[in-house]
């Protein structure tokens, strides 16, 4: 592989979140809806895994493109755990080496937390790293997708990660996917979350599987390789989902049952962030690419430098290049990366564009792009009805922690708030959160306390 050119500065963005993959889509795990295992397919005689020369070539390049003091070194997977501990104190390395003056360095670590134990978890103390940590809720719902290569759940090897993780005491946010298996328990997932782990960081990820008519009975088995050794690449086209893929409007109802517990009791003490992306939306300030009104800020690199428009979006049409050829911040800035970029505002349905909370939402991810609109308009988001019941739902209690921040109150004085409104409602009445349910069965019922990870099962 040719050596890295020397550094020509390139307009680009000033700051942005790469994620890196050094062990590509290799993973100790065989997660059903795991989209990624087939990127494999990309390289199919490569070993992927990061050497270090391309290590230190991200590092560089990536301190050099920043024209911020904060810069984000983040590790996505497959998992990133398969790398060893060795890789990851010889990133730090790199970073103390090519780190200028002022610059800041968050390090954030996505994983299945299966191989983490107290030596992973006092180096990634050591050096700060906040952790994500997939797990989708109590055991038989975290069991029903994300198993072993012998299809086995691996809830209990999860928690003793957790475990290890608290008791080094390393930031941690709980990642968990909204899927088929969870979309209908919302608060009994997020009271786990809260309750029996004791997390307050959260952060919840709708599973949207794309397939087209043709390869979706294929697709409903899973994106790893089959017992036949046929294989699909997964890439964002077709108009069919898997069976795994989150019902647009179950994904609002699972939204706004976390919304309706938290806002009673939460509020400052637990952080979901969806609800903080949403309450920033309110001042127009958007600090997740999803929602923002244009991306391009969240490439992804592959283990041998190959860096893509976005971590979705991972397949030929999308590579901008590989850092052993040109620079990082030359791919960033180019004119492929850009419209890629603008694509997300320059493309919304006139639906979104009419629509009363498309400050809040701006159309969604692209990935999310392949339905229909209400006159039959191509391309828009099929999360689109659940996330229109979630914005409009929460807009009272919104405004009310928006008015507390602009008056430079405490966003949780909207507890009070709410607690006044419940002192009106009656034992029968329907719930606020609109699923149908009476308020003394719903909301308006205290949450068993007993959510411990030895007692949580998926019932309601």
Known sequence: ??????????????????????????????????????????YPDDRQRMTEATLEAYIRQLLESHRTPEVTVAWQGGEPTLMGLDFFRKSVEFVEKYRRPGQQIEYTFQTNGVLLDDTWCAFLKQHEFLVGLSVDGPREIH?????????????????????HLRRHGVEVNILCTVNAANQDHGRKVYCFFRDGLGARYMQFIPIVERSTPELLPLANLGWSGQPSGARVLYTQTGSAVTERTVVSERHGQFLIDIFEEWVRHDVGEVFVQFFDVTLNAMF??????????????????EHNGDLYSCDHFVEPGFRLGNIHETHMRELMASSQQRRFGLDKRDRLTRQCQECEVRPLCNGGCPKDRFVPSHDGEPGHNYLCQGLFRFFTHTQPAMRVMAGLLQQNR???????????????????????????????????????????????????
């Not at 963005?13 to 059903?32: E, M, Q, W, Y």
């Not at 997708?145 to 990660?161: A, I, L, M, P, S």
């Not at 308006?444 to 306390?449: A, E, M």
């Open 284 to 301: 127009g300030r958007h600090t997740l690419c999803i929602h923002a009104p244009t991306c391009g800020y969240g490439p992804a690199l």
């Open 410 to 460: 405490p966003a949780a004085g909207v507890m009070a708030w709410i607690a006044a409104q419940d002192a009106k409602r009656r034992r029968n009445d329907t719930c606020p959160c609109e699923n149908g349910r009476k308020w003394k069965h719903c909301h308006g019922r205290d949450v068993p306390q007993s959510l411990s990870p030895d007692t949580a099962s998926a019932g309601a």
């Open 143 to 163: 069991n029903r997708y994300r198993v072993n290569k012998g299809g086995e759940g691996t809830f209990d090897q999860v928690v003793r990660g957790w475990e």
């Open 1 to 42: 592989m040719a050596a890295s050119p020397e550094f020509r500065p390139a307009e680009g963005p000033p700051r942005f979140h790469l994620l890196a993959k050094p062990s590509g889509s290799t993973c100790n795990l065989d997660c059903t809806y795991c989209f990624f295992l087939s990127k494999e397919a990309l």
